[in-house]
């Protein structure tokens, strides 16, 4: 960092923290939170995850849906076949079931998932904060280049304007 730094000791000192994280986080080559391996979950984790992606698939739903409809229908034929005549009570009561179990699981894995979005939100303003600081560093060194530039162009303009007068009082006649 340069004396001239447009950044504060402390926005320095964060920037240096962030681009030494960064740098931990490379070398350790940790896998993505978006290919995290099914090693690393638990198994009650792995569970979870496969009853919300069944659960909320349309082929369960339509599986689910015909299986209803197959159960009312056979249970309507008449009262001597029907072993849930209307209204289906043990139907209400196998759903009631699925639900009592589904849901739990279902939270599970939306609360897993809601944890990596936020470690992922939080990697994603850290990289924030780092490029807002760099940026600021590199206008800072463009600001320098540009005011270095500029002294260098007087510099030369003000030789050539003293060499333009003593070749003008040279062509004086006396």
């Not at 962030?18 to 198994?43: D, G, K, N, Y």
């Not at 979005?117 to 994603?124: A, I, Q, V, W, Y």
Request: aromatic share 8%; glycine share 2%; no cysteine.
């Amino acid at each position: 960092m340069t004396e001239h730094s447009p950044l504060s000791v402390e926005e320095q000192r964060l920037l240096q923290h962030l681009r030494s994280h960064r740098r931990r986080h490379r070398a350790q080559r940790q896998p993505t939170l978006e290919v995290m391996p099914a090693s690393t979950l638990t198994w009650g984790q792995r569970f979870a995850d496969k009853v919300a992606a069944t659960v909320g698939s349309w082929r369960f739903i339509l599986l689910q849906s015909a299986l209803i409809v197959s159960w009312i229908a056979w249970n309507s034929q008449g009262p001597n076949q029907a072993w849930d005549p209307y209204p289906f009570i043990l139907l209400n009561l196998v759903l009631s079931f699925q639900a009592a179990y589904t849901a739990p699981a279902i939270m599970m894995s939306q609360n897993r998932l809601s944890e990596v979005d936020r470690l992922r939100s939080t990697n994603d303003y850290e990289i924030n904060v780092k490029a807002e600081l760099e940026i600021e560093l590199l206008h800072q060194k463009i600001d320098l280049m540009r005011e270095q530039d500029i002294r260098k162009l007087e510099e030369a303009l003000l030789n050539l304007s003293r060499f333009m007068e003593s070749q003008a009082e040279g062509l004086k006649p006396r």
